[in-house]
């Protein structure tokens, strides 16, 4: 099981300055789609740069031309590309070849999807490394969140590594991990604490208590 700290809300130095603070107790660094938008991928690249050790998810959430935009990623330094379920198979398909290419993996994004079950399960087909039920930060603020999603996915997906992101804080993990994610996506639960290292840390040790239990 893995820990990814998802940063949407910062610049590229605010990025380096807080992963410094967290790296020792995460695995994934996300490279938030505000962040893609405002900066492009030149911002994928200089975290990479900064923290080789670690893997770098660019958070593209793509749509279309899905190879191009994969190649494009692991040319700056991403290990891991998001593309969105709601995507036309073909780009979906296109996106894991272009990866499986260049050894770097494809996570799909359930961000919308109304039949999580149905699409999981397609999508799993295609060979894709991760997918992701997501609350996305305008359901959270209506207090939803995905984790009896994660416990729909896990009953179909039979290849892919599963993944859980939205609104998990250090209270919220115990119930998350009660599913047994492969990875666990964290945002503002790290970002936005006072002592955001303790915070990872406790986290963290959670996850290797879970783990290994």
């Given at each position: ?27 994934i660094i996300e490279i938030g ?29 793509t749509m279309d031309a899905a ?50 079950a149905k699409r999981a399960k ?92």
């Amino acid at each position: 099981m893995e820990l990814q700290l998802a940063l949407d809300l910062v610049n590229t130095e605010e990025a380096i300055k807080l992963v410094e603070e967290v790296k020792d107790y995460i695995d994934i660094i996300e490279i938030g789609t505000p962040v893609v938008k405002i900066e492009g991928l030149q911002a994928v690249k200089a975290v990479k740069e900064a923290f080789p050790q670690l893997q770098v998810l660019a958070d593209m959430k793509t749509m279309d031309a899905a190879g191009y935009e994969v190649l494009k990623a692991a040319e700056h330094g991403a290990d891991i590309v998001t593309i969105l379920a709601v995507a036309e198979d073909e780009s979906i398909k296109g996106a894991v070849a272009e990866a499986k290419k260049l050894g770097k993996k494809i996570l799909i994004d359930l961000i919308a999807v109304k039949d999580i079950a149905k699409r999981a399960k397609e999508v799993d087909e295609m060979g894709v490394d991760y997918i992701c039920v997501h609350t996305g930060y305008d359901l959270q603020a209506k207090g939803q969140n995905s984790f009896k999603d994660l416990e729909t996915i896990k009953s179909v997906v039979k290849n892919a590594k599963t993944a859980i992101a939205g609104g998990i804080k250090l209270e919220t993990l115990p119930e998350v991990l009660k599913s047994n994610p492969d990875l666990v996506i964290v945002g503002g639960g790290i970002a936005n604490q006072d002592n955001k290292k303790a915070v990872a840390a406790k986290m963290q040790e959670l996850i290797k208590q879970k783990t290994f239990a």
